[in-house]
């Protein structure tokens, strides 16, 4: 599985930003789907997760209720949705497909490339 992210950019602080990421292959719908991301200087940290199905999403405490996870099988694609974004929420976004629905990155197996996403204050 290759895992495309785009969708990143430049935003002013309570705005809004889509970013995605399409799979190939045709074994996305059996994969779990997770957002992660990187702030300069940090390590990287857990987001969002959702199952294959749609039944399970998790998110990390500091997006919940402004970030919403969602995917469609059908285009191999999956989402994050970020509202009232904060210069806090400034990282390179990474997705990622695993076997399980996990907050542990190392529960994935393959990997993205990663989208900016960048808010000013």
């Known amino acids: 599985v290759q895992l495309q992210a785009s969708g990143g950019g430049l935003v002013q602080a309570g705005g809004s930003l889509r970013v995605s990421c399409v799979a190939s292959g045709r074994t996305f719908s059996t994969y779990a789907m997770g957002w992660f991301r990187q702030a300069p200087g940090k390590e990287r940290e857990f987001v969002a997760t959702i199952s294959w199905s749609e039944s399970t999403t998790y998110y990390t405490e500091s997006v919940r209720g402004r970030f919403t996870i969602s995917r469609e099988n059908a285009k191999n694609t999956v989402y994050l949705y970020m509202n009232s974004l904060k210069p806090e929420d400034t990282a390179v976004y990474y997705c990622?497909?695993?076997?399980?629905?996990?907050?542990?990155?190392?529960?994935?197996?393959?990997w993205g490339q990663g989208t900016l996403v960048t808010v000013s204050s």
């Open positions: 990622a497909a695993g076997r399980i629905v996990t907050t542990n990155e190392r529960g994935y197996i393959y």
